[in-house]
């Protein structure tokens, strides 16, 4: 994996768009220019936004965060999630006493999510369900009478420091990405 800081980020970019290495036999100056490192960084972080969302797995950095995620139980066993703010998608959750963790994650408003809203049909700990409503996630679900608390919160994370975290796989989409 590679870690990247912003300038180690801008000059990789510049090495990609062959603006590196620099000629140092010629100087040329503007003063009516775009500020090209900011215009590189701009399109870098779009990228990396774009990778994180929705790029492979094995490329990106991967975080357990279920320290960071705060729970609330509904009378019904239906448990709300809130994600930690760095977590830019889930990868897999698990609630203690399920049987199985849940790695497909349901949109709101779908099927799996509609049938979440009856307890005859609604996940358990044989088959648990989460819906991914973005900041947050519903869980389905626990025994009334069960204190929810999470095994596993396994997430898509941004990393901290503005930092650029990601498989050298990741980068020949960068390329089309950097080039307008």
Partial sequence: MLNLNESEMLALCKRVM?????????????????????????????????LLMEGP?????????KDEVALTASADGAVKAVVAPRCVRPVEWQLEGWHTSVSDF???GSNADKLQHNPWTRGG???PVAVDHGGWLM?????????????????????AGGRFVFH????????????P
């Avoid at 090209?36 to 936004?49: F, H, Q």
């Avoid at 869980?139 to 990393?159: E, H, I």
């Avoid at 990741?170 to 080039?179: G, K």
């Fill in 168 to 179: 050298q796989a990741a980068l020949p989409s960068l390329e089309p990405h950097l080039v």
């Fill in 106 to 108: 349901a949109a709101p």
């Fill in 57 to 65: 797995l094995e490329w990106l950095p991967v975080e357990d965060v």
């Fill in 139 to 159: 869980l389905y679900s626990v025994a009334g009478d069960a204190v929810p608390a999470l095994a596993m919160a396994r997430c898509v994370v941004t990393p």
């Fill in 18 to 50: 062959k603006l590196e290495p620099v000629r140092r036999d010629c100087t040329v100056e503007r003063d009516d220019g775009i500020d090209i490192d900011a215009w590189i960084m701009m399109r870098a972080r779009s990228w990396y936004a774009q």
């Fill in 125 to 127: 700990s044989v088959r």
